[in-house]
């Protein structure tokens, strides 16, 4: 019997790689979008706004030449104290969103092993989303010591959710028969989480990292108008400062940076996530 | 077997298979078939009587391919010896071989998306080949495709079954299937399943694509198809 001859029939074709290539058209889109922006943005500061209220937005030359190219005038004036407190920021941004992704991960381990903790924690986390950080403001100074922390807390508590959740919906995203594969052969728990779950989530855990990636920069930024030093102080405190004293130029080019810092963390994280599954998640536009 | 919400699913069903014997099981949807594999291979306990099986040594083939997509084909087809703990040389050997024996070559480093479904299933039947099991439980492993790539895959999975001299118990809607592959072929009826019927298969091996045109294959094909018809009423 086992003599026979094993010759394999024909075999069918491998289906064709179609992938989203980037291409020149891709930037025409928000080329457009840009110009008519700024040519709003010029038609509010020169011609809708009224003469006493110009000052709070200058145009967009002038923001430029007063605000970006100015490297350093008085104390607080200038790109360079601005950009040495976008890094302030950037770095409580970074550190809490590292804070974010463990917890955040882990706890959507234990809640995807138990059904019983996924209800239990399921509401708090709900309640900690939609909390006004504001409000949180002087319970968070009466019980912790340290501007840094404080800062580090509002990170965590603005980006935890999108990480918790997306984590959480990925690991309980396995097939049955997938995860029937892994019991047949005796597979441990912790097996079952590496070599199936974990894998299996990674799109879910990326998208989620995309978004807590972005509520990180913000709640770096919203931490640092409730806490502050002296010293340098992130760049919340910063626009708020420029707010204070009518720096229009200033106050824009502050703003326009820390979005900067945000969208440069999105897309970082865009790429990492290309790198990471792009050969094998499939993307269906339905077209 | 009765689930906890009172359904008797199986009732009074016993069969033995050995070694080189293919055994195929045709039913009406919902009459319990799968549950007979389920119970064969643990993954659903029985509440009455016995099973007695290798179950080290079980090759499982589900209905889909059940191919981790974030895996290449090589290293899909490697994942129970991984889960055995064989080494990396080990596990890589083994794979090519059992790549070899579906006639994958050249896709080891293709991803599951980018093949058809006749290849993914050739890709799922090479990952349970491995770890060379003596008991085959397939739960119609063909019944998502086409025509001509489900014959296809039959006669590679009876060289398979001759290369290899398991023991093969595979659920199937198709009777053309049922007859062409197996040694036996029993007829269940539904709620509660129940073998109605057993036909024996005498067509010797090595089995080919004309014999599905043969008067004997018709007529034993007719015999079933109406025992069928009684299942279902």
């Known amino acids: 019997m086992s003599s026979t001859n094993v010759t394999p029939s024909p075999i069918d074709e491998v289906i064709p790689d179609k992938r989203d290539k980037f291409s020149f058209t891709d930037y025409i889109g928000p080329a457009i979008i840009f110009l008519v922006f700024i040519g709003i943005w010029y038609l509010f500061s020169t011609i809708v706004l009224p003469d006493q209220k110009r000052f709070l937005l200058p145009t967009p030359h002038k923001v430029v030449t007063d605000g970006f190219f100015v490297w350093h005038s008085g104390e607080r004036r200038g790109l360079q104290p601005i950009l040495l407190s976008l890094w302030d920021s950037a770095k409580i941004a970074l550190i809490g969103l590292s804070i974010t992704i463990v917890v955040g991960m882990s706890l959507a381990v234990l809640m995807s092993s138990s059904r019983w903790l996924e209800r239990a924690t399921w509401p708090y986390l709900v309640a900690i989303q939609s909390a006004p950080v504001l409000a949180l403001t002087p319970l968070i100074r009466a019980l912790i010591d340290g501007t840094q922390t404080q800062r580090l807390l509002v990170v965590v508590l603005i980006a935890m959710f999108p990480i918790v959740s997306n984590t959480l919906f990925g690991l309980l995203s396995a097939d049955k028969s997938q995860h029937e594969l892994f019991t047949l052969q005796g597979a441990s728990k912790w097996t079952r989480l590496v070599k199936l779950q974990f894998p299996a989530a990674l799109p879910n855990i990326f998208v989620g990292l995309r978004i807590s990636a972005g ?6 930024v919203v931490g640092d108008f409730y806490f502050r030093q002296g010293g340098v102080v992130g760049i919340g405190a910063q626009i708020d400062v420029y707010r204070n004293r009518l720096w229009g130029a200033e106050l824009i080019t502050a703003i326009i940076l820390a979005s ?12 990492v ?6 050969k094998w998640h499939i993307i269906n536009r339905g077209h | 077997m009765t689930f906890d919400e009172g359904t008797k699913a199986l009732d009074n069903v016993s069969l033995s298979i050995n070694a080189g014997e293919f055994v195929t099981v045709v039913g009406p949807s919902g009459c319990g078939k799968s549950t007979l594999l389920r119970i064969a291979s643990n993954l659903e306990a029985n509440t009455g009587g016995t099973c007695t099986i290798d179950r080290n040594s079980i090759g499982y083939v589900f209905q889909d391919a059940t191919l981790m997509p974030w895996r290449t084909v090589a290293r899909n087809v490697e994942l129970i010896a991984e889960l055995h703990k064989l080494n990396k040389s080990e596990r890589q050997k083994l794979a090519a071989e059992a790549i070899d024996l579906v006639g994958l070559n050249g896709f080891e480093d293709k991803y599951p998306r980018q093949l058809s479904g006749g290849m993914r299933m050739r890709a799922s039947l090479a990952r349970s080949l491995v770890m060379k099991p003596k008991v085959f439980l397939f739960d119609e492993p063909f019944g998502a495709l086409d025509e001509i790539t489900r014959e296809r895959l039959n006669d590679e999975l009876l060289r398979l079954f001759q290369h290899e001299g398991f023991a093969g118990l595979f659920i199937t809607h198709s009777i053309t299937e049922a007859v062409y592959m197996s040694t036996k072929v029993l007829v269940m009826s539904a709620r509660p399943g129940k073998i109605i019927a057993t036909f024996d298969v005498p067509f010797a091996y090595p089995r080919t694509h004309d014999l599905r045109y043969e008067p004997e294959f018709g007529e034993l094909c007719g015999k079933i198809s109406h025992a069928l018809r009684g299942a279902h009423e």
């Not at chain 1, 996530?273 to 792009?278: F, V, Y």
Request: avoid cysteine.
């Open chain 1, 215 to 220: 509520l990180a920069v913000i709640g770096a």
């Open chain 1, 260 to 271: 900067t810092l945000g969208l440069v963390v999105f897309l970082f994280f865009g790429w």
């Open chain 1, 273 to 278: 996530s290309r790198r990471a599954i792009g």
